[in-house]
């Protein structure tokens, strides 16, 4: 066998080794996600911008597209096509550069789109009453992170007159004169904070597993092209 056909095998095989890890990592990250959906499912009716659903999303979205694309990896791989090559390279390049990006962001702006997500917690509270679903969920967030209201308890003064809804004290009675005084919102942030090291450990080995598939993909396509070309 020639040589440039043993290094164009060599490559073949490591990009697919590379792309069959990173499919499996998206089906861990999508998997992760459908999880936290569940277990978070009685949250539902709070805006998106609650901690751990947000975090359910991004994970769904992240692991979805890391599988797809890990499936393409692989098929232009096994069939050695260039145009299969090509659009892996990027499709993975968009993805790398929207996921720095989105870190970026997040470093950046983490002040406001917290102080946003709260604004809109507290808007969604309004509707505490006449929304069966949101006070549910309300009433599980309180129940389960011990907590009450947004960033404080006297949140809940203005929906409810002076008073605290009954999930905001250990003992649920109609009436909840000294609730929790613990945010929720931090509360949610820091269980989330607590739960993701783990996921985020899985992400950069992911991103490892990126950098090195775009570098093979790339190297099989020139293989290619050029065997292409000397046969020619």
Request: proline share 3%.
């Amino acid at each position: 066998m020639p040589v440039s056909q043993r290094c164009l095998c060599c490559i073949k095989y490591l990009m697919f080794v590379f792309n069959l890890i990173f499919w499996l990592g998206g089906c861990g990250l999508f998997g992760v996600g459908v999880w936290l959906s569940f277990t978070q499912a009685e949250f539902s009716s709070l805006p998106l911008s609650f901690p751990s659903l947000s975090a359910a999303n991004l994970l769904l979205l992240a692991g979805g597209i890391t599988m797809v694309t890990g499936f393409l990896g692989c098929l232009g791989a096994l069939k050695e096509q260039r145009c299969l090559l090509f659009m892996f390279f990027v499709i993975l390049l968009l993805l790398v550069l929207t996921e720095l990006m989105l870190v970026l962001v997040l470093h950046i702006y983490h002040d406001k789109l917290d102080s946003k997500a709260q604004d809109e917690l507290k808007e969604g509270m309004k509707n505490y009453k006449s929304e069966p679903g949101l006070k549910k969920s309300w009433d599980n967030v309180q129940k389960m992170f011990k907590c009450c209201g947004v960033t404080n308890k006297t949140d809940w003064y203005d929906v409810l007159n002076g008073t605290l809804p009954s999930s905001c004290c250990s003992v649920g009675t109609d009436q909840c004169a000294d609730g929790w005084s613990e945010p929720c919102y931090q509360k949610a942030r820091q269980w989330l904070l607590d739960n993701i090291p783990s996921v985020l450990v899985f992400g950069v080995c992911i991103g490892v597993v990126q950098i090195l598939a775009l570098v093979f993909s790339m190297l099989m396509y020139c293989q290619i092209h050029w065997a292409e070309k000397h046969l020619d």
